[in-house]
């Protein structure tokens, strides 16, 4: 009697072990699977604890260090980054960062200036848009108010220069002239700083290298007679890491004389695109292969 009723329990003991193995099992084939799916676009999401720091910052009208922040978000998140030709990053500043303006679903440029931002060894200020848009009429004008409130407020705290967005608004061109005027100013200032620009100032398909929008190579110009250092940098993500590509500082070239501005604009900008594609792979470089 004894034997027999310890018998089903045996048979119980090894059922239950047999079960938990395949659970085991079964989540190490879900957790390879999601590891699988994720390796070419990883997840970014920002510490709830830097959103609240920043929003009370807002609220009482408080100064920030992005520098210090940008380290806090990476050492949060522990976000994998690869670094090519680290011995290009800037060790003072002043100094011009020109990146490409990488962006797809899940991933917003704000990460690209936070990576930049923890490597640097000085403060960065950020040339940033004053408001998402939306190819929707309906939502248009909603998410343009909101999200301006937020980002010209985020502008304050940082000391970035809010830029209206692409494509240019015929309302909104004395708001621009002053947000390139600022930007011309803060060269001039010659502060130990970094500016941070994306000359494209948009998004474009599969997160390829676009045109920038008109006027963007005089403006480089006249930032560099303030600014000599030019650094080009390449953004973008492989093998489930965000690479950042800094290249040696570059100069401006004018060959010869120009029949108009514009051609002698589209030159500069063409300058400043080529040294910026020649550090993605050939699938994001766009019309500068």
Not at 9 to 16: A, I, K, L, N, P
Not at 60 to 88: M, W, Y
Not at 149 to 170: A, R, S
Request: proline share 9%.
């Amino acid at each position: 009697m004894v034997l027999g009723a310890r018998a089903p329990g045996r048979v119980g003991h090894c059922q239950e072990a047999f079960l938990f193995d395949c659970a085991r099992f079964t989540q190490a084939i879900k957790a390879a699977y999601n590891c699988f799916s994720m390796s070419s676009q990883p997840v970014y999401r920002l510490p709830p604890q830097y959103v609240c720091r920043v929003l009370s910052a807002i609220l009482f009208g408080k100064k920030r260090s992005f520098r210090d922040d940008a380290r806090f978000v990476l050492t949060s998140t522990h976000l994998p980054i690869q670094i090519l030709e680290r011995e290009n990053i800037p060790a003072r500043g002043p100094c011009v960062l020109l990146m490409n303006h990488y962006a797809r679903p899940g991933y917003s440029p704000l990460w690209s200036a936070l990576a930049i931002a923890a490597l640097l060894p000085m403060e960065s200020r950020w040339l940033m848009t004053s408001a998402w848009t939306s190819p929707n009429k309906i939502f248009d004008p909603f998410k343009r108010f909101f999200s301006g409130l937020l980002f010209k407020n985020v502008c304050k705290v940082y000391g970035f220069i809010p830029m209206p967005p692409m494509p240019p608004d015929p309302r909104e061109v004395a708001e621009r002239a002053n947000a390139v005027r600022s930007l011309i100013i803060l060269a001039r200032q010659q502060l130990p700083i970094a500016i941070g620009i994306a000359p494209e100032g948009r998004d474009f398909p599969g997160a390829r290298l676009g045109c920038p929008p008109a006027g963007t190579g005089r403006l480089l110009e006249q930032l560099s007679k303030s600014i000599s250092l030019l650094v080009p940098m390449g953004i973008y993500e492989e093998n489930c890491r965000l690479v950042i590509h800094f290249s040696a500082p570059i100069s401006l070239q004018l060959s010869r004389k120009y029949d108009s501005n514009e051609e002698k604009d589209r030159h500069l900008s063409y300058q400043v695109m080529h040294s910026i594609a020649r550090l993605l792979p050939q699938t994001l470089r766009g019309e500068y292969k």
